[in-house]
Nanobody, 125 residues
Framework: VQLVESGGGSVQPGGSLRLSCAASGLTSGDYTVITWFRQAPGKDREGVSCISSSGERSNYADSVKGRFTISRDNAKNTVYLQADSLEPEDTAVYYC??????????????????WGQGIQVTVSS
């Protein structure tokens, strides 16, 4: 399984970005949660949002609720993170991760089987 993030970049506060996580090697029978994490310089990696294998369930960190939206297109093996109303505090390297984790712990655990290489998001005026 390989995860490749795209869509990062630099935006001004209040702007939007759409991050994509393309997953190759996953099969339709995998019970795979996909989660977006981020890590800012000098800070721990934190869970941002996760989505269940079917796409029916999602969860968000309090810091992004109402601003970020996660979605999943299993036909394309791709998970999206629509990030709106971006703030300077959202600046970080964003990673996607995949694994058979307990959905209720998807933002708290780092015990994922696969990780992407990360992509930079910078929010600055």
């Amino acid at each position: 399984v390989q995860l490749v993030e795209s869509g990062g970049g630099s935006v001004q506060p209040g702007g939007s970005l759409r991050l994509s996580c393309a997953a190759s090697g996953l099969t339709s029978g995998d019970y795979t949660v996909i989660t977006w994490f981020r890590q800012a310089p000098g800070k721990d990696r934190e869970g941002v949002s996760c989505i269940s294998s079917s796409g029916e369930r999602s969860n968000y960190a309090d810091s992004v609720k109402g601003r970020f939206t996660i979605s999943r297109d299993n036909a394309k093996n791709t998970v999206y993170l629509q990030a709106d109303s971006l703030e300077p505090e959202d600046t970080a390297v964003y990673y996607c991760a995949a694994g058979s984790v307990i959905f209720g712990l998807c933002l708290q655990t780092l015990e994922y089987d696969y990780w992407g290489q990360g992509i930079q998001v910078t929010v600055s005026s």
